[in-house]
């Protein structure tokens, strides 16, 4: 018999923020690409930044945050726009002239005109390499292509006062963004070519900036995804920490994850992590799988809203989500190498709905394969609502992320290997928990479909799409028996497995643990009216999925 998985999400119990404008004008201004407007009384830079903007000020910001200044006012400005102040041709000149820019007519720029959200995303990701004129993007949908490469989380969509604040928040995000065609952030190209030294970098706290491309480098060449980081704030690669320093330098990083019906009611937890400054982070899909929304909380209670998932992964169950913050506390991606046999790890996450929880244990087998998939088998203890976490090397880095465990045994844990991430992809931008979870249950009848001797028992063969190879529905009062369902398991996969038991769970079927019976296991979960037993069972030849129905 084969042994089976418990998903390790939870139900509910019964029982870094993101940079303000005044932080990312002061780390802008502590790289020299944003100047105040005027001084305080203590030196220090006002900044005005609750004052909405003009086009002319907005693009003068934009070529100052670009570390273009002493370009634009060395270089002839050669404009058809007639109502351009003098201080501004220079500015608007050197970015019509780059093509970030253009009028809003031939001969008017319209330099008093506030800035609108959309004109700002506009004139950035023009100068991050994307094109309105190739295709794309437009202006009407720029801020969706600002969300889509992970310049912005939605926070401008109802903004309709753009302010200098607002500006300094995006021109801050930009500088983790990748440039189109490249592996290189902004910022690390603008220490490249000398805008920036390294000295002002540490000092505005944003070395983490400059390696943000090392992982995208790293990925396989057929992917197109965009996760950006590969180190994680404060953590020296190849410096072996203890469980106190892990703790200490990680936990930051992962967050507890609460999803939500379409009624708005809760009925699930988790846990999760970020691969990013700029909120993209990792769980587990059975975490959000039926959700329509999700919140996640922090280890300084900061509660952001999950806007939605760039990709997904129902086998190798993954999900790369976008939450709606920016300057967060990250993971980075460990070497393949650190994962060998008796390895030290740890585990970091939300067992039972208890936030920043760690385990210490080691690395049991570097290859578990159960049901066609590889699994890193860890003694780190964890729990329900651990799923999603980060399981962690000595040198407080990711190397895999929580998924199942084998109940029958004694810290028989799973890990899905991060390397699997890479074959996410954030190209096509986001989607809402909400439209997934539609598109996931149009494909299956199986969130909405129960056997017919019980309609309250959702059906397994109809969530996977597979007939039964035999059933029973002969029903027997003496013992309860309702009817059983034999599934061949050559055309299942653990998913399959993991889905349906994911399913019972929201169904109203709680798990009630293991039963043994004639020398079989037997998974137990009960409902208001029905008992589901699932077993694996087989024969000289073949090999078989079990769901049996009992009255309760």
């Known amino acids: 018999m084969i042994l089976a998985f418990t998903l390790l999400f939870g139900m509910l119990p019964t029982a870094l923020a993101a940079p303000t404008a ?127 490469v992970s310049l912005a989380n939605g926070q401008y969509d109802t903004v309709t006062n753009f302010t200098r604040g607002d500006a300094a928040q995006a021109c801050y995000q930009a500088l983790f963004c990748i440039i189109k065609g490249t592996n290189t952030t902004l910022l690390a190209i603008l220490v490249d070519d000398g805008v920036v030294t390294d000295a002002q970098v540490q000092a505005a706290d944003l070395t983490d900036a400059l390696t943000a491309g090392n992982a995208a480098a790293q990925l396989p060449a057929t992917s197109t995804t965009t996760i950006l980081p590969s180190t994680t704030t404060g953590i020296t690669s190849g410096t072996v920490l203890d469980a106190e320093q892990v703790s200490a330098q990680c936990s930051d990083a992962v967050f507890y994850v609460e999803v939500y019906d379409e009624t708005g009611a809760a009925f699930a937890s988790g846990s999760g992590f970020f691969i990013s400054a700029n909120g993209l982070a990792v769980t587990n899909y059975h975490v959000i799988d039926g959700a329509s929304a999700a919140k996640i909380t922090m280890t300084d209670g900061s509660v952001y809203d999950v806007r939605g998932a760039y990709d997904y992964d129902v086998d190798r169950d993954l999900a790369l989500l976008q939450v709606n913050c920016t300057g967060v506390p990250y993971l980075s991606a460990g070497d393949t190498s650190t994962i060998v046999g008796g390895a030290a790890v740890y585990a970091i996450g ?63 844990n799973l890990a899905t290997p991060y390397t699997y991430i890479s074959t996410l992809q954030t190209a096509n931008g986001i989607q809402t928990l909400a439209a997934i979870a539609g598109t996931q249950n149009s494909t299956s009848t199986g969130n909405a479909t129960g056997y017919g001797a019980a309609r309250a028992v959702p059906d397994f063969g109809a969530l996977v799409g597979v007939e039964p190879s035999m059933e029973d529905t002969e029903s027997e009062s003496s013992t309860g028996f309702v009817a059983g369902y034999t599934y061949d398991t050559a055309d299942l996969t653990a998913q399959d497995i993991k889905a349906y038991h994911s399913l019972l769970d929201t169904s109203g079927f709680s798990y009630e643990g293991i039963e043994t019976y004639d020398y079989t296991d037997y998974y137990v979960f009960s409902g208001s009216d029905y008992m589901v037993a699932t077993t694996f069972l087989e024969d000289d030849t073949t090999e078989y999925y079990v769901v049996l129905i009992y009255e309760n």
């Open 350 to 412: 939300s067992p039972l709905g208890l936030s920043n929880t760690i385990t210490q244990g080691i690395i049991s087998n570097v290859n578990r394969v159960l049901y066609d998939h590889s699994y890193i088998q860890t003694s780190a203890a964890i729990s329900h609502g651990s799923s999603g976490g980060p399981l962690i090397n000595k040198y407080g880095q990711v190397i895999g992320i929580i998924t199942a465990t084998l109940e029958e045994g004694q810290n028989f």
């Open 22 to 148: 005044d932080g990312a004008a002061e780390a802008l201004y502590t790289l020299g690409l944003m100047s105040g407007t005027a001084q305080n009384a203590d030196g220090t830079p006002e900044f005005s930044l609750s004052r909405t903007m003009t086009r002319a000020e907005a693009i003068t910001m934009l070529v100052r945050m670009l570390g273009e200044e002493t370009a634009a006012q060395q270089t002839a400005a050669d404009i058809p726009f007639a109502d351009v102040d003098s201080w501004a041709v220079p500015y608007v000149g050197y970015a019509y002239a780059q093509g970030w820019t253009n009028g809003v007519s031939q001969t008017a720029f319209g330099s008093q005109n506030a800035v609108t959200a959309a004109q700002f995303m506009t004139f950035l990701l023009r100068a991050l390499g994307y094109s309105d004129a190739n295709g794309d993007f437009t202006v009407a949908t720029a801020l969706d292509k600002a969300d889509a």
